[in-house]
């Protein structure tokens, strides 16, 4: 199969599996995705969905996070790893939001990206779910699944973004990059694939893919 055909049988085969995409961390609105988002850096989505209730109770608009101490921040989020460092980030970018965005989240790659603690990643995942742009976010299981059929080199995650956008049509990309994540979690997990699971894999994988799975 060529990558243009493999791609076309994994829109198909996701599309079949998975035709409502929820997104996976709990928010109302963009301010609480970007915070969410940035949460779960190194955490898993299940356990950011229940801090963030936590910690949204207290503050969940910028107006009321500057109104919180950073320690303040930093012992709600503790158990989402990062602690210091997302604490800080967390009530700098809420001033920042303020004071050069009127109080509303921006909606630009370039000025989400200005934000601290804010990469290409999770500015992704604001520009596509919360303000409908066409992004393709590049997580893990995105990047290991995209090698693992033969859709990239799997360099890095830029290369696997770059790559998936020429692959799948660009209507498609806010809708795939969850289903892959989706079908990443249940059917092809890092640590001991189960065969039975992921035929999506059997049926285009790469070689090294095809025997990790035996």
Known sequence: MTKKEKAIYVMNELEK???????????????TLLIAVLLSAQCTDERVNKITPLLFAKARTPQEMIQLS???IQAIIRPCGLSPKKAYA?????HMILDLHGGEVPNSFEALEALPGVGHKTASVVMSQAFGHPAFPVDTHI????????????????????DAKVLFPKEKWNKLHLQIIFYGRSHSPARSPKKELDYITLHIG????LLELK
Do not use: F
Request: proline share 6%; net charge negative; aromatic share 8%.
């Open 70 to 72: 950073i320690e303040e």
């Open 90 to 94: 967390i009530w700098t970018l809420s």
């Open 206 to 209: 790469t070689k090294k893919a």
């Open 17 to 31: 599996l998975y035709p409502e995409t929820p997104i996976p961390l709990d928010h109302s609105d963009a301010y």
């Open 143 to 162: 990047h290991r699944l995209m090698i693992r059929w033969g859709l990239t080199n799997g360099k890095n995650v830029e290369q696997t973004e770059k």
